[in-house]
């Protein structure tokens, strides 16, 4: 099961990099998150996932750039934002729920 899910993670991951940053949200702040910097670390906690365990402190800046996607998606006005950072809160959902199978 756990390899199933580095799997799809892996798979996320290589669909968001083919996705166009939303047009208008480079240099935008939301809920006080910056959404490039939000971006960049939920794709680059996945990538530490893939490579193996999170150590507690990256664990819980997961958790909290989760939170921090819960957050910021009800309040973007754009439909192509949303799908995109809703793709980006997938991520990092399904990195936290893989660390979670590798603390059991």
Do not use: N, W
């Not at 670390?41 to 800046?61: I, K, M, N, P, T």
């Not at 909290?64 to 997938?90: F, N």
């Amino acid at each position: 099961m756990l390899e199933e899910k580095l799997d799809a993670l892996s798979l996320m991951m290589a669909e968001h990099m083919g996705m166009s940053f939303p047009p208008g949200f480079r240099g935008l702040d939301i809920e006080d998150q910056d959404m490039v910097l939000l971006d960049a670390d939920v794709y680059g906690f996945a990538a530490g996932v893939l490579e193996g365990s999170l150590s507690a402190q990256h664990r819980s800046g997961l958790t909290r750039l989760l939170l921090a996607c819960e957050k910021i998606l009800p309040v973007i006005d754009d439909q192509y934002a949303t799908k995109y950072y809703a793709h980006v809160r997938d991520m990092a959902a399904l990195a936290a729920e893989i660390e979670s199978l590798r603390a059991k």
